[in-house]
T-cell receptor, first 116, second 114 residues
Framework: AQTVTQSQPEMSVQEAETVTLSCTYD???????LFWYKQPPSRQMILVIR??????QNATENRFSVNFQKAAKSFSLKISDSQLGDTAMYFCAFMKRKTSYDKVIFGPGTSLSVIP | ETGVTQSPTHLIKTRGQQVTLRCSSQ?????VSWYQQALGQGPQFIFQ???????GRGNFPPRFSGLQFPNYSSELNVNALELDDSALYLC?????????????FGPGTRLTVL
């Protein structure tokens, strides 16, 4: 069975600074996707960034980038130039590829506070 | 906003009762998944419906059941409610059966079981 671990329950960062959220996962699969989701206090979960395991190049989306280390089963999220709107719960998530349905496995989350 | 809506926003039930939660998918999306998010935890996959058929299920008992309608809206039904069923219930819709089409989440229904 796959598991996702986020070892930092809470983090804080000064506005305009850079912060890195950690995630590790355990799987015997070789073909999968990894995601970072953001859940602001309004509760609606949104996709921040995704990585396909077969791609060696780390994904980037504007101020968000990942460090994907497949051998170490590590998938960290870096947020640059932090903004007040980045305050939210962040969930790391895993999904096997090429299955008959999409079962996304989420980690326990990291609560990020951006301080003015 | 993602275009996925859920109703009601909040709900209070007592142990042993039954509850129905509703989800309206984003236009054109034929796949919907339901998740249970207990307080302070990440969401857990309950099941997925594709074109009105359940095509995948997580580790939830049969008292958790669902429906997907021809317009692709969806219901989650929970029978014989237990205290541990108290959680935020999220639905997510996407286009297509499986693959990397993005899932769009609704705002959730907060269920409290007393």
């Amino acid at each position: 069975a796959q598991t996702v671990t986020q070892s930092q329950p809470e983090m804080s960062v000064q506005e305009a600074e850079t912060v890195t959220l950690s995630c590790t996962y355990d799987t015997s699969e070789s073909n999968y996707y990894l995601f970072w989701y953001k859940q602001p206090p309004s509760r609606q979960m949104i996709l921040v960034i995704r990585q396909e395991a077969y791609k060696q190049q780390n994904a980037t989306e504007n101020r968000f980038s990942v460090n994907f280390q497949k051998a170490a089963k590590s998938f960290s999220l870096k947020i640059s130039d932090s903004q007040l709107g980045d305050t939210a719960m962040y969930f790391c998530a895993f999904m096997k590829r090429k299955t008959s349905y999409d079962k996304v496995i989420f980690g326990p989350g990291t609560s990020l506070s951006v301080i003015p | 906003e993602t275009g996925v809506t859920q109703s009601p926003t909040h709900l209070i039930k007592t142990r042993g009762q039954q509850v129905t939660l509703r989800c309206s998918s984003q236009s054109g999306h034929n796949t919907v998944s339901w998740y249970q998010q207990a307080l302070g935890q990440g969401p857990q996959f309950i099941f997925q419906y594709y074109r009105e058929e359940e095509n995948g299920r997580g580790n939830f008992p049969p008292r958790f059941s669902g429906l997907q309608f021809p317009n692709y809206s969806s219901e989650l039904n929970v029978n014989a409610l237990e205290l541990d069923d108290s959680a935020l219930y999220l639905c997510a819709s996407k286009l297509g059966g499986t693959g990397l089409n993005e899932q769009f989440f609704g705002p959730g229904t907060r269920l409290t079981v007393l």
